[in-house]
């Protein structure tokens, strides 16, 4: 529903057990609530979408003043020294990242990225993504990943922004993460001449089509994963490969 007031945006890391705990209820409402996913550790009584990793991770929040302090935006991140203390990175349970976590460059995981519903569209992931391109900056971050999301676990209705990935978004071999066996689906279910680009970037999340904007890849393959009710492609950024046009767009904030 469009919002009753005009926001007013500010970003921080989340500093405080409150801050996580807001971040981890307005990922409940998206992730579990809306999208009917579930884990482990979800909170359901108290409304938290939880994992073990949330204390190895930078939580970078987007803030509405307007609306009594809410937190309505959040981006989850991990540093490869942060992952190193985690034990590992999140995605590693569904890709295999040696490639990632060999090639001797600052190496950082983005996810569980979401928006309340009511400010989807507007400028909030403008603010979002513009603190996220000063993290980057700040941390000399060289190599941008994560794994982002196709609702639902039937990879036949999304057989044409699956095939477009693969076809025409495969990351370079010395960046090419694969999907793990225990959830691995082809990317491939037709023939590149069967890809109607249109068709499927209707179907394309808005996550990783702003990916795909700043030169993202694919990994090989993508992993089902029916506790969360979606199906992941694990997405590359080459930090170096981002031209003059696309770094513009990158350090003002994605939009689409």
Known sequence: MPLDHAPEFRTKLAETVSELRAAQHLRYEVFIKELG????????????????????????LLIDDAADGAVVGVYRLL???QAARAGQFYSEDEYELSRLKDCNRKVMELGRSCLHRD?????????????LAQYISDHRVEI??????????????????????????LAPNALRV?????????????????????????QMPP????YLR???????????????NTIDVCLVV??????IAQKSIYSKGVTG
């Open 37 to 60: 996913g579930d884990g482990a550790m979800v909170d359901h009584a108290a409304r938290l979408e939880q994992d073990r990793f949330d204390p190895f991770f930078d939580h970078l």
């Open 79 to 81: 540093r490869d020294d």
């Open 119 to 131: 400010y989807r569209g507007g400028a909030g992931l403008y603010c979002l993504w513009t603190a």
């Open 144 to 169: 941008l990943f994560g794994v982002a999301s196709f609702h639902g676990t039937d990879p036949q209705k999304l057989a044409q922004p699956l095939s477009l990935l693969h076809h025409r978004h």
């Open 178 to 202: 694969k999907a793990r066996d225990c959830g691995y689906q082809p990317l491939d279910l037709l023939s590149h001449d069967a890809v109607d680009r249109r068709a499927a970037m209707v």
């Open 207 to 210: 996550l990783i089509k702003a």
């Open 214 to 228: 700043l030169g993202g890849y694919v990994g090989e393959g993508a992993f089902v994963y029916r506790d969360f």
């Open 238 to 243: 080459d930090t170096k490969d981002i031209n």
